[in-house]
């Protein structure tokens, strides 16, 4: 993020391996070990928090994204690790239209988290301040877009069955706990696990599809 209010930044919805290790090494997490041991943990809370709240999925791995893309970007945490992933969970909430109460977000979280719950007062401040600010760090960007539906219209113009799809929407999933999102545009995530499973003989072949 630039430190000049004036400046314009274009968005950059992805980038190269490259620069994504460049990025990191002055990010939050240095390193993609370090990355990876709090994002689970962040993750476990969302997920826990979507289940528990009635949120559906594209909600949850919204907040996946957007925790990713914050800490990549960001150099420091501008709250607490349960600040951040509620402020996350918000922000997902209002890009998906599937807004909840912002105090039962953090009566959820604190229910999943670790530590001793901290008043939903003390902590609304900071929330709303990272709320902006990770608004900020994705350029207001709201065009996030994820593999889930091409694998529904690969699978079946593949002829593929729903064991396949169901599959290959898990694995999908976990593209999320890595920077795959960041790497390469929604499509061509969802082929490769799809066109996997089917030439390994999953598939059910359909009338006017099937070689």
């Not at 002829?159 to 396949?164: C, L």
Request: charged share 15%; hydrophobic share 40%.
């Amino acid at each position: 993020m630039s430190s000049y209010p004036s400046d314009i930044i274009m968005s950059k919805p992805y980038l190269s391996e490259n620069a994504i290790q460049q990025i990191q090494a002055h990010s939050i997490y240095t390193t993609y070990s370090q990355y990876m041991a709090q994002a689970n943990n962040a993750f476990k809370v969302m997920e826990a928090t979507c289940k528990s709240m009635l949120l559906p999925v594209r909600t949850f791995v919204t907040a996946m994204v957007l925790f990713s893309r914050y800490c990549l970007l960001n150099s420091s945490l501008g709250g607490t690790f349960e600040e951040t992933v509620i402020a996350c969970l918000v922000c997902a909430c209002k890009i998906e239209d599937t807004a909840k109460r912002v105090r039962d977000l953090h009566a959820s979280v604190y229910s999943y988290s670790k530590v001793a719950t901290v008043a939903f007062d003390t902590c609304k401040p900071n929330i709303m301040a990272l709320e902006l600010q990770i608004l900020e760090t994705v350029t207001f960007d709201f065009r996030i877009r994820h593999p889930q539906p091409y694998i529904i219209k690969i699978a079946k113009a593949l002829g593929a069955s729903k064991e396949v799809a169901r599959l290959a929407w898990t694995i999908s999933m976990d593209t999320y706990r890595t920077h795959m999102h960041m790497k390469r545009p929604p499509h061509t995530i969802a082929l490769p696990p799809v066109g996997e499973l089917c030439a390994s003989g999953s598939a059910r072949p359909v009338h006017g599809l099937s070689g």
